[in-house]
């Protein structure tokens, strides 16, 4: 089984590097990367199809690091596949390096930053979901931390996932039981994990992370009961190195000189493997174009119309002229006007219930393959999706969001309802546009806008029918 | 079986106030109170223990109304117990009336805004661990509905219940398959939502939410097996008008006064019953008084201090003069320096792992009770629960927030880890106090300040040691 052997020495170099990178950096978080190790070896040089040549063949099967501290780990394996030269692992969190400290789209590979736990398996639901779209045979495999699980939306992920039957999406879950400042809420009950998923519908199956050979065949199984699959791998943090394995107050501390020496005294030197030769590439796979444009015809009102009518009168001309134009909706698509959209393209609209911190992060995935995402709800509920929304801007995603009821004109339902803190929500967020129309023609204007710009737009909409004020087509 | 048939006229009493209501204010959610009135009648009227004279009893039991929208319900529940005029049932959303669209603590039986879905169940988790804290004999009934079940925060909730093992905890899901724009994820396929409770650590038990007897029988086994239990009840949106009956379109749309016309000839007349007289009174009991300070001795800062650490000390000092006082943590205590407060009085530390939505539910929860929760995190993941924090405010929630590690002083990290967006965040929230202190001395009396003044703070602290500006105890 020479396979299994160049795995376990593969994992031993990437805990290797992921030692001495945060060593030499002096910060960072060695200990989620050893327990993950293993997993990371049979991924990348075990289970994945991937071209190292070009980051956005659609043949790739993507991967999301949504534990985000693991990224010296990500960062190795990336060397250990040739795309970084191995010499530039230790320049890990130097201001000059595309190796940060958490994932982000610096370095070309990583399609969505992460570093805010609890969001990698929304973005993995967006990218199965386009690989659907583009009818292509490629998978989505998400590392998580058995931490993050705590977080909601890993729970609105894993509905999403079932509800979409999305056999082609495949979460690990490095489960090492311990978080930063405690125990995690099940530690080793691994039992207690597999419920919650079984129950969110998903096919979960449990396994020692150490044990490279349990690990491929985990994967080699995963979505055969078509449905999405959480592998759940019992591991250590800190696996390798005796003193600080499974102990806790070792979260996001690098070792010290003469503590990374003892270390390699037990891991002993970089094992001798080619870990290159055991990446697998994909079969190769086109996606079809089509026509696109973002021209479309404009609408020639006369009489007072509402912004968010307005609105989804242009998303669905848009949808005419451009097939990478996809929706998503918070159960409110009656109200935002998404409605139009969903019914004229059921196929590229997507019903993300009442869920919003999980529709941005599927807007997230869908825009990383290359979809033009129109994600709407009230905007008052876009709060939700706070911290998604400021990732989605260290990903430099393409994600158009539509906030409508704003401001206190929808009176007697609250102020639980009205859009009041959107623009200072939005307006400090890294390169997002904002824009505000006054009236329906300026509306469709800035549909069309925001499409053709590439980047993260917010647009706001009015409940109630307004004046017109521009001639129609300025 | 006479209750049982005064149940059922009260449960049409709420259903004709609930259309009658929604009617005249021409706007509101009548669909979603019908669904739900059978349960409410058993809760107000049946199951709950409460002193109708007074909110504020520590002896009652507590109702958070998650499903807000079903505000109508609620305020027809209250009329029927004696504490509205009936009569004033019909200003329900005029600007002059404390009968808001979804509720709000201008009425002061509300102790948490609702309206925004999903966040009931954590405020529910925090006044049923008050109660814990209290040695009270009460307990805590939640109403959610099942479109709100695909929040994240929900599930949050769950596991904190079942990790603190809140068996004096209930929450009842008014389970009528239709969300605003189409059916719900699950529908009536209950058995999959009582999974995934019983898999988040719960008792479950599937009811037809429409039948008195079961509803009482469910409510009354409650909590017997030593867990939180969920009462999944199986219901009909509209129920009792055959026209809205189990009908998408109907969500968030009052009848016209020819249709109320028609559901009352269906309904018939007001059924003749006097509520009040079900109303259980609980049995008296006293909380405890401590004596209680916000007076601490301060300390005398001459190094260079981090803001945070002097945040952590002076938490620990409080917590030694003011037993009110509680602290609340999402798994970064030893960051925050929170952990000082965690350590020293660990009957009022509540870890909420990496689960910020609900952490801030909690807070409110333990606040409505009168307890004064120091919740804290890095800023930059108090985004995850900006919504909540909106919400806290409309609640007139006595929170104090802490967040750490602001602005780009630690660099290396990333910006996915640095507070940047966080005073955009706060300062538009209405009533919020934002404290920025200088420096340890300024942290400590901030600090102070925060726990004496009423109302919801947010105070942010740095990383690194800074220098001393102030002399001490100024």
């Known amino acids: 089984m020479a396979r299994i052997d160049d795995l376990r020495k593969i994992a031993t170099r990437l805990r290797i590097h992921s030692l001495r990178m945060t060593t030499v950096a002096g910060s960072g978080h060695p200990t989620t990367c050893l327990s993950a190790a293993d997993i990371a070896a049979c991924l990348f040089f075990g289970e994945m199809r991937w071209n190292t040549k070009d980051p956005f063949d659609p043949a790739n099967d993507e991967f ?25 692992l230790l320049d890990l969190r130097k201001i000059s390096s595309d190796l940060e400290g958490h994932p982000t789209p610096r370095m070309k590979w990583v399609k969505a930053a992460t570093g805010s736990l609890g969001q990698g398996l929304s973005v993995g639901v967006g990218m199965a979901l386009a690989q659907r779209l583009d009818k292509s045979p490629a998978r989505t495999f998400v590392l998580l931390g058995d931490g993050e699980c705590a ?22 879950v490095d489960v090492n039981r311990l978080g930063q400042s405690d125990p995690t809420m099940h530690q080793h009950d691994l039992a207690a994990l597999a419920r919650k998923f079984r129950a969110f519908g998903w096919d979960a199956v449990v396994i020692d992370g150490h044990k490279v050979d349990r690990i491929l065949a985990a994967l080699k199984e995963a979505g055969k009961k078509g449905k999405p699959t959480a592998v759940l791998a019992r591991t250590l943090k800190g696996k390798g190195v005796s003193f600080i394995e499974d102990k806790n107050g070792w979260h996001g501390k690098p070792l010290k000189a003469d503590e990374l020496a003892r270390a390699f005294e037990e ?20 996606k079809k174009k089509a026509a696109s444009s973002f021209d479309f015809p404009r609408t020639n009102y006369k009489e007072k119309t509402a912004t968010r009518l307005a609105y989804g009168n242009a998303l669905l001309s848009l949808g005419r002229v451009n097939p990478s134009v996809v929706a998503v909706d ?76 704003v401001g206190v004109s929808i009176g007697e339902d609250g102020p639980s ?52 004020l521009y001639p129609a087509g300025e």
């Open 64 to 88: 999301v690091l949504s534990k985000g501290h693991a990224a010296p780990l990500l960062w190795a394996a990336y060397a250990e596949a040739g795309i970084i030269p191995l010499e530039h």
């Open 151 to 172: 977080e909601g939306q890993v729970w609105e992920a894993a509905n999403a996932a079932a509800y979409w039957k999305l056999r082609n999406l495949v979460a690990v």
């Open 267 to 286: 891991i002993g030197c970089l094992p001798d493997v080619d870990s290159r030769k055991f990446v697998h590439k994909p079969k190769p796979f086109h």
């Open 330 to 405: 918070g159960d409110v698509k009656n109200s935002t006007y998404a409605d139009k959209f969903f019914e004229a393209f059921p196929g590229r609209s997507f019903q993300s219930f009442i869920a919003e911190q999980n529709m941005v992060g599927v807007g997230m995935g869908l825009a990383a393959k290359g979809y033009i995402p129109f994600i709407a709800t009230f905007a008052a509920f876009l709060t939700r999706a706070h911290d998604q929304l400021r990732m989605a801007a260290y990903s430099l995603s393409n994600i158009k969001v539509c906030g409508s009821h």
């Open 417 to 468: 309802q009205m859009g009041l803190e959107d623009l200072a929500m939005f307006r400090p967020i890294p390169g997002c546009v904002v824009l505000y129309p006054g009236d329906a023609v300026s509306s469709e204007a800035c549909v069309a806008a925001a499409a053709a710009h590439r980047g993260m737009v917010y647009l706001r909409t009015s409940r109630p029918a307004t004046p017109i």
